[in-house]
């Protein structure tokens, strides 16, 4: 089985400084009294791979490690990848790791989150211990697993929600758009009605060639000024849409290339970069401004008609309301026929406009529907990665500790974001969002909200009245809010759960020593990933240890990679480890004393002196057994 290895280690600087180890397959144990750096190195390979600084830890336990014993040194590690790839990443304190390949070119280090190419299961001491009482500690486990496939389906979900984020940002702006076309179109059918009984009207009496000809002219000019006013809006829209990018989009660009970079040993290559950067800005802006120009230049353009249509329009208009003084019996109904036609034109153009804005407003909501399914597809196929992980595992496990996914059960995200939305409510919210969130999905939510259906919230989740309506007000105040409802990822939930002999009870609900037991021998299981852990044997008693931990190691070791701390000597010697890597210290600084297999006696002399107490506490307790045995 093709797996991949973590060929060696080098330290430059700090309590390790000059530290060089070379690694082999299958097991690897690091031995040595208290406060030789046995820690202090498996932290120091998780940290060149990648990992932060604190992970996580409240405390910044590992941060404190790291500098003590690190500071101004580089951590560097060779790995070779499953598939016979090699790598070198270098890490000093507090910087980002420096990944080069074979040939020593350096790569893009997010390779060391793809979860492609390079990666190792690292547990620091009692972190099993932690992954049993936390449900996103054992998630993150078990995808391990699978973390390829993990990694290309999370990529995927988050393209989704990038999307369905801009989505909705367009969608916010025609939304604002359309209020601005708010106007008052109900009576459009009934003017109309008005004008079709005014024209019949207008039909039975004979008002003249001249005055009908007049009141044609009128209606083509009035129908002129009705087009050239539907302009503006359009290219406001444009204005409103281009506007934002005019400025901000660069900001902190030019802090970017400090002084000290410009004068440093790659300044000239800086400088390019600098020069390339604020041209190409300054292209942009100039670009930007140059739409803003084009529209400047339209909108000049149609008021400059305007001014010219108004003129010609002058000498028309006299003439127009000469000819109807003429008929002084026919000119209230003809001028208010055309006046009619007028304003029925303005409304009908603005009518125009406000279906141009619904019919976009319909197409991205058409997309964001499509954009939502793509995601909900996503998380199931998340969902199914870990169902058929989580059912290949338990085969394996032999029925003892079992592996339950749950879909979509991990609400903590999303109760978060509703309680944030209902603090000043006035309500005991908590109680009643834990209800929500455990019987109604977001997106379900989002679309009760956008109907205002109060009632569905009850039913669904039988929280009160009073509290639906609180809940759909508060996520009403804003469009947005909606939106980043809908994309809310509610993750799985994941629950390792062990055989106590009574049933199987989730760990979080056993025993320090129980806990142990359920977690590590997933941990054992077959994988790509190099298994680092520090004191495997902590919380478990020794004949755990030697009669199920001691052959799953000695199972294990020809298709997986191990590096085990341990003060314990069954695991080096029963499990017949092929490296045995022993750290001696001065208190001052850390070193190898020795390293080898099993078959070298300054090993085994190391194992019996610091993991037995010396030869001869083990052979007196060798006696002693043997006197028990005997009586």
């Known amino acids: 089985m093709r797996h991949h290895q973590i060929r060696r280690i080098r330290v430059t600087g700090g309590f390790l400084d000059g530290l060089d180890i070379v690694f082999t397959d299958g097991l690897n144990c690091i031995i040595g009294g208290r406060g030789t750096g046995k820690t202090t190195l498996q932290e120091l390979i998780r940290y060149a791979l990648g990992g932060s600084i604190n992970g996580g830890d409240p405390d910044d336990r590992l941060g404190k490690l790291l500098k003590g014993n690190l500071h101004n040194g580089v951590v560097e590690v060779e790995f070779e990848t499953e598939d016979g790839g090699r790598f070198t990443i270098k890490r000093a304190y507090k910087e980002s790791p420096i990944v080069m390949d074979q040939s020593g070119e350096v790569v893009d280090p997010k390779i060391l989150d793809s979860g492609l190419s390079i990666s190792a299961a690292v547990f620091s001491q009692n972190e099993i211990e932690t992954i049993a009482s936390d449900s996103p500690s054992q998630r993150e486990l078990l995808d391990r697993f699978e973390r390829k496939q993990i990694?290309?389906?999370?990529?995927?979900?988050?393209?989704?929600?990038?999307?369905l984020e801009q989505n909705a940002k367009s969608l916010l702006l025609l939304e604002q758009q359309l209020r601005g076309e708010d106007v008052n179109l109900q009576e459009l059918p009934a003017l109309k009605e008005k004008l079709d009984r005014l024209n019949k009207e207008l039909e039975g009496v004979d008002v003249g060639p001249e005055v009908?000809?007049?009141?044609?002219?009128?209606?083509?000019?009035?129908?002129?000024?009705?087009?050239?006013n539907a302009v503006p809006p359009i290219l406001d829209s444009a204005r409103r849409r281009t506007e934002p990018l005019r400025t901000g989009m660069f900001t902190g660009l030019k802090e970017v290339f400090a002084d000290e970079l410009l004068s440093g040993p790659n300044g000239e290559l800086f400088e390019q970069l600098r020069v390339t950067y604020l041209d190409q800005a300054k292209r942009f802006q100039d670009l930007i401004n140059d739409a803003l120009g084009c529209l400047d230049e339209m909108n000049r353009a149609a008021d400059t008609m305007q001014e010219e249509l108004k003129k010609r329009h002058a000498p028309e208009d006299v003439k127009y309301h000469d000819t109807l003084a003429k008929q002084k019996d026919k000119q209230a109904r003809v001028k208010d026929r055309d006046a009619l036609a007028k304003q029925i034109r303005e409304l009908e153009n603005k009518q125009r406009s406000r279906m141009r804005i619904e019919e976009q407003i319909k197409e991205m909501r058409e997309e964001r529907d499509k954009l939502l399914w793509e995601f909900s597809d996503a998380c199931q196929k998340r969902y199914d990665v870990r169902q058929q992980a989580a059912e290949s595992l338990n085969q394996q496990l032999a029925g003892k500790i079992r592996i339950e996914v749950r879909q979509a059960a991990d609400t903590t995200t999303y109760a978060d974001f509703l309680n944030d939305q209902m603090k000043g409510s006035g309500t005991k919210f908590r109680p009643r969002v834990a209800k929500v969130t455990s019987a109604i999905d977001p997106r379900r939510l989002a679309m009760f909200v956008g109907r205002e259906n109060a009632n569905a919230i009850v039913e669904s989740s039988e929280v009160t009245d009073d509290f639906a309506a609180a809940l759909v007000q508060a996520l009403l105040k804003d469009s947005?809010?909606?939106?980043?409802?809908?994309?809310?990822?509610?993750?799985?939930?994941?629950?390792?759960?062990?055989?106590?002999?009574?049933?199987?009870?989730?760990?979080?609900?056993?025993?320090?020593?129980?806990k142990c037991s359920a977690i590590l021998p997933i941990l054992l299981l077959d994988s790509v990933a190099p298994l680092l852990i520090d004191q495997p044997e902590d919380n478990l008693d020794n004949s755990y240890v030697s009669d199920t931990v001691v052959p799953k190691l000695k199972e294990t070791q020809e298709r997986r990679q191990m590096i085990f701390v341990t003060h314990n000597p069954?695991?080096?010697?029963?499990?017949?480890?092929?490296?045995?890597?022993v750290l001696k210290s001065d208190g001052r600084q850390a070193e190898v004393a020795e390293q080898g297999n099993l078959d070298r006696k300054e090993i085994r002399d190391f194992i019996v002196n610091l993991m037995e107490g010396g030869l001869e506490a083990f052979e007196e307790r060798g006696r002693r057994y043997r006197d028990v045995k005997r009586g």
């Open 570 to 581: 069954n695991i080096p010697v029963l499990g017949e480890a092929k490296n045995v890597v």
């Open 151 to 163: 990694w290309e389906v999370r990529q995927e979900i988050q393209r989704k929600r990038t999307k």
């Open 480 to 514: 947005n809010v909606r939106y980043d409802l809908e994309v809310i990822d509610v993750d799985d939930l994941v629950e390792i759960q062990l055989d106590t002999g009574a049933g199987f009870r989730p760990t979080e609900r056993v025993s320090t020593g129980q």
């Open 212 to 228: 009908e000809a007049a009141s044609t002219a009128k209606q083509m000019r009035d129908n002129e000024l009705a087009a050239l």
